[in-house]
T-cell receptor, first 109, second 114 residues
């Protein structure tokens, strides 16, 4: 059974810092992996989708990598801003999405 | 940009009552999903729906749950006899086709069972 784990559970950084969020999964037989942002009480906003044949995807200050063989993905956020404060979820895609528990990010001004 | 819309945003229901959560997927999308998130827990898959039938469902999706696409635009989740543990945020998602395109999520319906 696929299990998705995110470390750390919470992270607090000063504004401007570069940071890395980690996601690991137990079964490498995935189609794709998707990173989401969730603001408190809100829905899920898709940030990046990495196909299983890809190693990374970039969007603005965000860069996501995927290493299927080791069952890991990272989300790199450059030059963090207070507006980046949210919970970040990764989900592996095998038809349905299987989510990690999220990393709650707080960026202090 | 087209989006998935869900109504109501918050539903309060007495235990044992039936509830219907409504979703309008993006208009040209063919695959539809329901997920739920109990407060403080992971987002969990409930069911996927394609071509007017369930394509996959989780262990959570028992006989109390059903889904329907009653017309060309709505996609509904019905809980027949609600329990306290059904209290959660319910998310609808849709995807354009079977390719490597992302699922698009609505803002969710917060269901509170009293």
């Amino acid at each position: 059974k696929q299990e998705v784990t995110q470390i750390p559970a919470a992270l607090s950084v000063p504004e401007g810092e570069n940071l890395v969020l980690n996601c690991s999964f137990t079964d490498s037989a995935i189609y794709n992996l998707q990173w989401f942002r969730q603001d408190p009480g809100k829905g899920l906003t898709s940030l990046l989708l990495i196909q299983s044949s890809q190693r990374e995807q970039t969007s603005g200050r965000l860069n996501a990598s995927l290493d299927k063989s080791s069952g890991r993905s990272t989300l790199y956020i450059a030059a963090s801003q207070p507006g980046d404060s949210a919970t970040y979820l990764c989900a592996v895609i095998s038809g349905k999405l299987i989510f990690g528990q999220g990393t709650e990010l707080s960026v202090k001004p | 940009e087209p989006e998935v819309t869900q109504t109501p945003s918050h539903q309060v229901t007495q235990m044992g009552q039936e509830v219907i959560l409504r979703c309008v997927p993006i208009s040209n999308h063919l695959y539809f999903y329901w997920y739920r998130q109990i407060l403080g827990q992971k987002v969990e898959f409930l069911v996927s729906f394609y071509n007017n039938e369930i394509s996959e469902k989780s262990e959570i999706f028992d006989d109390q749950f059903s889904v329907e696409r009653p017309d060309g635009s709505n996609f509904t989740l019905k809980i027949r006899s609600t329990k306290l543990e059904d209290s959660a945020m319910y998310f609808c998602a849709s995807k354009v086709d079977h390719s490597n395109q992302p699922q698009h999520f609505g803002d969710g319906t917060r269901l509170s069972i009293l």
